[in-house]
């Protein structure tokens, strides 16, 4: 926890998950940049130094955290903790999420409740602990879903099945806390230079094997490391631009893209009746 003693109360605060890497990290540095005070939550504080060097490059102040989205008395902990020291939560961005590739057959359902716990229900655990003070503040309600929570892809079924749930929920959120005065948004990035790749659960550069799915399988992981690896790939920066448009804009919209190539391919979804566009499209990722 920070040592620092609390701003003005005109200062905006904005609780961050998910901040050891990646956009959550950038996201951190990029709103303190901004003038937020900005309290950076990870599960695992130790795992803070890439953020803390983050922020001293950057030349801001960081209040870091512990908070694991998938326990609810650590949430409850963490969003109390910022209100008392701060007095005022005026925005969360849900960032914390978990990647998984598998397939139904190969899965168990404690794999797929896993994936749920993080990037489902553990945004609604940081959500409804933060809702009061973000009504109080007539504040932001910014989630980091990803185009994977718009157009399903293959082998990433739990992942997308969560993603899926939070738009949707937020989707129908939105207009409820819009009569409180909090505005609710989500942010959907497509391919970001992160950890992603290391964290999906799979050896990619060993032999995988995954029974009857197996060339399949090498077919998207080959596709899908080269779109992450071959320079193409947003950088986490990029993408935390988008959140802090979400942040700050006057009229926040409820999706925001951060690249043209994510608003093409949630676009192709968002046209496609029949669902004929996106099978064809990603048919093409496992043949």
Not at 89 to 100: F, M, P, Q, R, T
Not at 178 to 204: H, M
Not at 242 to 249: H, I, K, N, Q, R
């Amino acid at each position: 926890m920070s040592t620092t003693a609390p701003s003005s109360p005109a200062v905006r605060t904005v609780l961050i998950t998910g901040t050891s890497s990646g956009i959550g990290l950038s996201t951190a540095v990029a709103a303190a940049r901004a003038g937020w005070r900005t309290v950076a939550t990870l599960r695992d504080p130790g795992r803070a130094d890439a953020l803390r060097k983050a922020a001293a490059d950057a030349g801001v102040e960081l209040d870091i955290r512990r908070l694991d989205v998938t326990d609810e008395a650590s949430v409850a902990a963490a969003v109390a903790g910022v209100v008392a020291d701060y007095g005022r939560l005026d925005a969360v961005v849900n960032n914390a999420g978990a990647g998984h590739v598998g397939t139904l057959e190969n899965d168990s359902l404690a794999d797929i409740r896993r994936v749920m716990e993080v990037n489902f229900f553990g945004v609604l655990n940081v959500s409804k602990a933060a809702l009061p003070h973000l009504r109080a503040a007539g504040g932001r309600l910014v989630t980091v879903t990803s185009v994977g929570g718009v157009v399903g892809q293959p082998f990433n079924e739990a992942y997308c099945a969560a993603k899926f749930a939070v738009e949707g929920y937020m989707e129908s959120l939105a207009p409820v806390a819009r009569t409180l005065g909090v505005a609710v948004s989500v942010v959907e990035p497509g391919a970001v230079a992160t950890e992603f790749v290391n964290n999906i659960g799979i050896d990619v550069e060993g032999g995988l094997e995954a029974g009857a799915y197996t060339g399949a399988l090498r077919t998207y992981v080959d596709r899908t490391v080269a779109q992450f690896l071959d320079g193409t790939a947003q950088t986490p920066d990029g993408a935390a631009e988008s959140v802090l448009e979400a942040l700050t804009a006057a009229e926040p919209a409820f999706r925001f893209q951060t690249t043209d190539w994510a608003r093409e391919f949630v676009g192709t979804k968002l046209a496609d009746v029949d669902g004929s566009a996106v099978r064809n499209l990603t048919s093409a990722w496992v043949a």
